[in-house]
């Protein structure tokens, strides 16, 4: 598999990784935005019906991810971007890391923030 080629696969992985992840949380946008901005959340009623989607997406999700870890750590590949070395990509894995995490478990973050800090 060629440099390009090979950058082009971690790039769709962490690209599917991080829709999977926004795709978990479709289910509940619409209390989370009635509870920041207050807003109406009426229109984001029909989101609700896609909570079947998020256990799914939640392991698509974090599958992607640990196969970027592992490309990461212990792949005999070379990662080369062309752009990017591979001590770089590794730290941007680990900046992006919490934000995907927390996009994933937002729902169960929330109540526990508010369970906590009641």
Known sequence: MSRQNNAKS???TLLTAAVAAVTA???CVGPLLYLL???SAAG??????LEFLRVPMIVLS???MLR???RLYFSKRLWCTGRLTLGQTRF???LILPFMLLILFYPTAVAWF????E
Not at 114 to 117: G, N, S
């Open 44 to 49: 984001f009623a029909g989101l609700s019906q």
């Open 62 to 64: 974090l599958g992607l």
């Open 37 to 39: 901005f207050g807003i």
């Open 10 to 12: 971690a790039g769709v």
């Open 68 to 70: 970027v870890f592992w």
């Open 92 to 94: 941007l894995f680990w």
């Open 114 to 117: 508010y369970e906590v800090f």
């Open 25 to 27: 949380g479709l289910c």
